[in-house]
């Protein structure tokens, strides 16, 4: 674990003045005037997941899209045709290599940029996205490491750009409805919560292609189309840890205030032995197959425990090489009732027509839908995911029009991230509970919500 602390953030901030970074009075006051009508917005990667943004925000009448950067040139000009498609004009493509989105930067025309590529390259790229004077949006985790962690807040915080994490998960149906329930005090004090990323993504050749092998790709920053399982099974190889843990805490974390009023405090992890991704490449390829010798410090399954400030405990797990469903497996728990998004079933104190029975969660989805999905549920239809990702992408361009942060900002985006290598160094220990940096320095006591689906705020 990164042995910062609040000093060495300090001297960062103070050399970052000094060197001319440009540090605000406060975190987050824009140095330039945003408000408009249209929101410009460039992009870092075009493959599989960064094609699915520029095609939704293309779709939307406030955006503009100037600049698209991929490495693979064929993704980018796929990006572009897509663009012109939609009624605009063809944006200016950046395929020069891997760092050629510097380049990119330089452009004054952009107001925000979306970075949607391999994960050790969010934070270098969402850094440069910053200290160009451009919000950033990153995908999912923010970063790999704490000191990456730590390098998003210290540079939002010393030029004074916002960093979005586009945590799509937070903006599902069901757990905004339980985020209503939960800050109008229906569960009563909440007191435990359990998610997970359970994913069978072998069943999708993600990991390993019909070959046995890592699949095509060059393992660089591009995300290209059929070369996800290069980059993304190295991971597993190298690590062990719960690699991909926000789509599940993200809601959990807005239900018990974490950064807010609430922050979390340690993690204890374990993980089992790794036999399914080795299995399938014998399966797929032989015995002889050109990754059979390859040995995988992933574990099939991780399971972390979670502790807050405020006394609550979490359960997290991780899995995406093993015969399964794909869960999110949330269970909200306070002193007054639970649910639980396995069987859609729910139990209130009181109010449940059975002592002790479940009941189904359907009127109470109702009675307790979000502002955001009451009032815009008809433009999400046919968004990705669902229709999550149309609140995700408009998040942030209403967080740049109004020049104000994003609903999930820069300590979200750490705090969260964090559990993969703290998740990584428990695990090395046997178990042992790690502790979490206070990324906030000490502001989550006095925080206000910024996520605020109830009232459709951004």
């Excluded at 045709?81 to 930067?105: C, H, N, Q, S, W």
Aim: aromatic letters at 8%.
């Amino acid at each position: 674990m990164s042995k910062k602390n609040n000093i060495s953030r300090k001297e960062f901030v103070k050399t970052a003045a000094m060197t001319g970074v440009g540090l605000s009075v406060a975190p987050f006051s824009i140095l330039k005037s945003r408000k408009k009508n249209k929101v410009r917005i460039g992009f870092i990667g075009v493959g599989l997941r960064g094609t699915s943004h520029v095609r939704g925000f293309a779709q939307r009448p406030d955006v503009e899209i100037p600049a698209i950067c991929d490495k693979q040139e064929v993704n980018a000009k796929a990006a572009q045709k897509i663009v012109v498609d939609a009624g605009f004009d063809a944006p200016e493509l950046y395929t020069r290599g891997e760092t050629d989105y510097k380049r990119m930067l330089q452009r004054d025309d952009l107001d925000g940029v979306v970075i949607a590529t391999p994960w050790l390259w969010h934070v270098p790229m969402a850094v440069e996205t910053m200290k160009s004077g451009k919000y950033a949006a990153v995908e999912v985790p923010a970063a790999t490491t704490i000191d990456g962690c730590w390098e998003l807040v210290e540079t939002s915080e010393s030029t004074g750009m916002p960093c979005m994490l586009m945590e799509n998960a937070c903006y599902s149906r069901d757990v905004l409805a339980i985020l209503n329930m939960v800050r109008q005090g229906v569960f009563g004090e909440m007191v435990h919560a359990r998610c997970a990323y359970n994913h069978n993504l072998l069943a999708n050749t993600v990991l390993l292609n019909e070959k046995g092998d890592f699949g095509p790709g060059t393992g660089n920053y591009n995300n290209g189309k059929g070369g996800e399982s290069n980059w993304r099974t190295k991971h597993h190889v190298n690590r062990n840890g719960d690699l991909y843990p926000t789509h599940g805490i993200g809601p959990v974390a807005h239900w018990m205030d974490i950064n807010r009023g609430n922050r979390f405090r340690t993690i204890s992890s374990t993980a089992t032995k790794s036999r399914r991704l080795h299995s399938k490449i014998v399966e797929r390829g032989g015995h002889n197959a050109p990754k059979a010798d390859v040995e995988f410090k992933q574990g099939d399954m991780v399971t972390s425990t979670i502790t807050t400030a405020n006394g609550e405990s979490i359960i997290v797990t991780f899995s995406t090489t093993l015969p399964q469903v794909h869960d999110g497996d949330y269970r909200c728990q306070g002193t007054k009732g639970i649910w639980q998004v396995g069987n859609n079933s729910i139990y209130i104190e009181g109010v449940s027509p059975e002592q002790d029975s479940w009941e189904s969660f359907d009127k109470y989805q109702k009675k307790y839908q979000s502002a955001l999905w009451k009032n815009e549920a008809q433009n999400a239809e046919g968004a990705t995911h669902g229709g999550i990702d149309y609140f995700v992408r408009k998040a942030f361009v209403e967080s740049i029009k109004k020049n104000v942060s994003p609903p999930i900002d820069v300590y979200d985006a750490a705090a969260w991230s964090a559990i993969s290598p703290l998740s990584e160094e428990s695990v090395s220990l046997g178990g042992e509970p790690v502790e979490f940096p206070d990324f906030t320095d000490g502001k989550w006591m006095t925080n206000k919500h910024i996520f605020k689906p109830e009232s459709n705020g951004y």
